[in-house]
């Protein structure tokens, strides 16, 4: 799936995808599906032009919450599919129906400047940061700072400092597409519900 949120003004485009849903084990009894989130863009807004990241739909829940809190009630988010009861990991309507709407989310916030000043939204589309390190990030409490987080990020997650210092240590293409620097690390296997073999067509 594909959109572009285009400035007809400064011929700006903002391409985003969100595809790929995968079911993680945390162990036995725990699962969640995670996605993942394509962007490329020629924006000024953001200096890292090609990225790929793995969220679930809880981070979104977070996203929301914190980019309206840091707007301060000057921007009107969109709403985000609404938590299902009855959502389960092996309905593949189910699942397909919240990416849509997760994907439609990105599309709307992504056309106001206010929210694409926020740290927070490119520390979660361009970085695996947790939730909790994206905020000590943003509050300077952390000994990287939003952008060399953003410009070591793979598509693996970063738990403490030092997993980002080690990575920053590591050289990889962050903006490259290669197994190498994408394939995500888990301890366990995923069991992937809808891999999509094409790749997206940039633009």
């Known amino acids: 799936m594909r959109e572009e949120t285009q400035s007809t003004e400064n011929q700006q485009v903002i391409s985003v995808w969100v595809r790929d849903p995968r079911i993680q084990k945390n162990d036995f009894w725990h699962a969640y599906i995670d996605y993942e989130i394509c962007l490329h863009t020629n924006s000024v807004f953001f200096t890292k032009k090609t990225s ?33 009861p009855f959502f389960s990991l092996n309905n ?9 709407g997760l994907q439609k989310f990105l599309e709307k916030i992504l056309l106001s400047n206010l929210v694409l000043s926020d740290s927070c939204l490119h520390l979660f589309l361009q970085s695996q940061l947790s939730v909790s390190k994206i905020e000590a990030c943003v509050a300077g409490k952390t000994s990287f700072s939003v952008a060399q987080a953003v410009h070591s990020s793979t598509l693996r997650r970063f738990h403490s400092e030092e997993d980002l210092q080690r990575d920053l240590c590591v ?33």
């Open 171 to 203: 050289p990889c293409d962050s903006d490259s597409d290669s197994s190498e620097c994408r394939e995500p690390r888990h301890k366990n296997k995923d069991m992937v519900l809808n891999k999509s073999k094409s790749q997206p067509h940039l633009i």
């Open 92 to 100: 593949a309507q189910q699942v397909a129906d919240r990416m849509k």
């Open 52 to 84: 790929r990241v793995r969220r679930r739909y809880s981070e979104f829940v977070w996203l929301r919450q914190k980019l309206q809190a840091n707007s301060l009630l000057m921007v009107q988010l969109p709403q985000l599919p609404p938590k299902n």
